[in-house]
């Protein structure tokens, strides 16, 4: 189970490769769509950082997803983004193999402060996923605003959303 995860995963993150491929760094770092006047470059950075949470606590068993890094290089630097997201491929295709037959310790701010929930390894990937995806349907609002088009199956859009009430990118 944990492989197909991981496979899934590293086949969404490769979307996001491919969208910054397909993109010059003006547009990466367009801050001009409203309403909340961020950049594509800005969600991609904010994805990552929700791996980046999992992969730095999974050791301790205390991932604290409100210990975003932030880290601007990734969000104004698309050269630098695409090394991370390879980074974090590299380093979930080495989680194949490790035991994690316990409840992980997972934190986030549901709005009322901090909590601790109790997770397997492959719920909060699972969950990262998703909220790539939602990031990615964002970024599509972003780039038909723009009026840049990038052919990218199945980008931003759950798996579970039927093939043919997908539109756009």
């Not at 197909?4 to 490769?17: E, F, G, H, P, R």
């Not at 037959?101 to 996923?129: F, P, R």
């Not at 980008?155 to 009430?165: D, E, H, I, L, R």
């Amino acid at each position: 189970m944990r492989a197909t995860v991981i496979a899934a995963i590293n086949k969404n993150l490769s979307n996001a490769i491919s969208l910054i491929d397909a993109i010059d760094s003006d547009i990466y770092t367009n801050v001009t769509v409203a309403p909340y006047y961020s950049s594509i470059g800005s969600h991609i950075r904010h994805a990552m950082d929700f791996f980046d949470c999992i992969i730095n606590g999974l050791q301790s068993n205390n991932i604290d997803l409100t210990a975003r890094k932030r880290d601007e290089v990734i969000s104004t630097n698309p050269e630098a983004a695409k090394e991370h997201i390879y980074g974090i491929q590299q380093k979930l295709a080495s989680f194949a193999d490790v035991n994690t037959d316990y409840l992980l310790h997972v934190t986030d701010n549901l709005g009322d402060g901090k909590v601790t929930i109790m997770y397997t390894l492959e719920s909060i990937l699972a969950q990262a996923n998703t909220h790539a995806t939602h990031h990615y349907a964002i970024i599509s609002y972003m780039l038909s605003t723009l009026q840049v088009n990038v052919e990218i199956p199945g980008f931003g859009y759950n798996p579970s959303t039927p093939v043919p009430k997908r539109e756009g990118i």
